[in-house]
């Protein structure tokens, strides 16, 4: 396990795995003893998505629901990925972007679920589909602050926040500017993989989970 280091730090908000189908995006979430909090249609990306909801981040994992991809999500390497032709994994900061002031930068995704004229900045880097899709996510309100009820409990009472999660990569030196930024986030070296570990509300671990394609 190789830890990373940044100057500038992110948020952490979302961590996603593209899987093959909903059948295994449930059964995924069953054998982790995770309870369902949420799905959502992105229409004109081709995926659907199941979200676990901690307090400080959102555990999702996404599939192709085999409806069509918009040439902007091709452009921005979605496509890609969820034909099984590129990395599957996605984390995503909320709040201030790390990105912003480095060489790379960040590019605008329009995703065509979005209202009109807005974008999803995206990590320049990730136009790399062989490295992870990091990008912000739209409003970016912790789990534990949203007030609009989707969420539901959360985990709770079982379950509190996300401590740590280790990203398993094929070529793992090629992300560490991507993820740097990250603090709960280390890499390692195999098969795309993430290995989650979390808290408890008096914060000792609760579980420790691995999800691979």
Not at 55 to 61: H, K
Request: a negative charge; glycine letters at 8%.
């Amino acid at each position: 396990m190789k830890t990373i280091t940044c100057a500038a730090f992110a948020e952490l908000d979302h961590i996603f795995l593209v899987v093959a189908d909903e059948r295994t995006a449930r059964s995924t979430m069953k054998d982790a003893d995770l309870r369902v909090n949420y799905t959502r249609d992105h229409p004109g990306q081709g995926t659907r998505n199941i979200c676990a909801c901690l307090d400080n981040v959102f555990l999702e994992l996404l599939w192709h629901d085999k409806t069509t991809v918009s040439a902007e999500s091709e452009a921005i390497t979605l496509g890609a990925r969820i034909r099984g032709e590129g990395c599957p994994i996605g984390i995503s900061w909320r709040g201030m972007s790390p990105f912003e002031d480095t060489a790379e930068g960040t590019e605008p995704y329009n995703a065509p679920f979005l209202p009109k004229g807005m974008s999803i900045p995206v990590a320049a880097a990730s136009l790399d589909p062989m490295l992870p899709f990091v990008f912000r996510t739209p409003g970016g309100t912790p789990p534990i602050d949203r007030t609009d009820g989707l969420v539901g409990r959360r985990q709770a009472p079982e379950l509190a926040t996300l401590s740590h999660c280790e990203v398993s990569l094929p070529d793992p030196g090629a992300a560490e500017h991507l993820l740097a930024p990250f603090r709960q986030i280390s890499l390692r070296q195999g098969e795309y993989a993430l290995k989650l570990v979390l808290l408890r509300p008096d914060q000792s671990v609760g579980r420790t989970i691995t999800w691979s394609v």
